[in-house]
């Protein structure tokens, strides 16, 4: 008796494993249903925000070589080579350069720049075979940046904060979506109407 007693606790506990299996699996093969929330990189591609700090711009005549840039780096990175003209009693700035191998890309140089010479751009795909060639000369550094939404074979998709209000996943969501909450031009005109 004790034996057969036995078996059908067994037999209980073996159904209502296999029912929470079951359970388990159905919630399982639901997500199979939905649509894979995965961006196709390189095919797809993020657009970065308006504040992402990507590789640094810089623009050789608006450089006044005061190394500022210099001294607010946490690693006193950037080169700035310069000679001083005795005619003109000015710095005469020679070359520039940044070596990215090494920058942890945090912007003090962009914030503290008196000139606006230099400022972030939303290029961050920047992979070398050689470390040397991440040291980028001033030439280097003035191209004009990459960008996702201008590239043809790239589909750009909108990151989170930029997606309409309810919308979570910018995959079907057109380019002409207005994005959740207001622009900046647009809070400091309502607080201007508030006063
Ligand atoms: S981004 Fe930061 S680490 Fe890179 S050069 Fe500028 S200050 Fe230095
Ligand atoms: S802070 Fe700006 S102006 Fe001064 S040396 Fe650096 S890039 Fe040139």
Redesign the pocket.
Known sequence: MKFLNKVGEYTKEAVQAAKYIGQGMSVTFDHMRRRPITVQYPYEKLIPSERFRGR?HFEFDKCISCEV?VR????N??VVDWKFNTEMKKKELKSYS?DFGV????????EYCPTNALSMTEEYDLSTFDRHELNFDSVALGRMPTKVTEDPFVTPIRELAYLPKGVIEGHETPHTAKRAGLRPEEIAEATSENK
Do not use: E, M, S
């Open positions: 640094i840039c607010v780096c946490p690693i990175l950037p940044i920058c942890i890309f945090c912007g003090n140089c962009v």
